[in-house]
Structures are given as C-alpha cells and as structure tokens.
C-alpha cells in the first residue's frame, strides 16, 4: 500500500497520515477530524505530546487558518486530542 504523507503543522516532519491527527477548520471553530467527516480546510499534527501542547500553547492554529479562535475553541480541541496522544 502507498504511504501517505502529512507534514505537521508544528514541527514540519512528514509522516504516514495513520500517525496524524487531521484537524479541520469551520469557521470560527476548529476540531479533530480522523475520520475525514468534514470538508473545508484541514491541517495535520503529530500524535505526540511535544507537538499537541505546542498545537494548544502556542495557538498554532492561528498561523495555519490565518484567523484568532477562541481560547475555548483550543480548550476544547486539546480535551480531544488528550484521547490520541501515545
Ligand atoms: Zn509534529
């Protein structure tokens, strides 16, 4: 099978998008899509701790859909996220 390669939009490295969570953007609301339900806008993150936190601390988001969300809307997503870390 083809790998499918993701560059994290924290650290830069490419990876097999089955190690990825996809990320999806609506609006003013940004939430984990793994399973590609939602269209749109989406950027991949590394299911590692370093890049998560940095995800959620530094409000990489911002930079990657160019708008300021809400510190909830990261709050949320990091409660997410929490489920796919290893
Ligand atoms: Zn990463």
């Known amino acids: 099978m083809k790998e499918v390669l993701r560059t994290c939009c924290v650290c ?3 990876q ?3 190690h990825m969570n996809r990320i999806s953007n609506q609006g003013e609301n940004v939430f984990l899509d793994n399973k590609k339900e939602h269209g749109g806008k989406a950027t991949y993150v590394c299911k590692n701790n370093d890049c998560l936190n940095t995800l959620v601390s530094k409000k990489v988001l911002n930079r990657v859909f160019k708008h ?3 510190i909830d809307v990261y709050k949320k997503l990091s409660e997410e996220l929490i489920d ?3």
Do not use: M, S
Request: aromatic share 24%; hydrophobic share 15%.
């Open 68 to 70: 300021n969300f809400n």
């Open 84 to 86: 796919t870390k290893y």
């Open 16 to 18: 097999n998008k089955f």
């Open 12 to 14: 830069r490295k490419k």
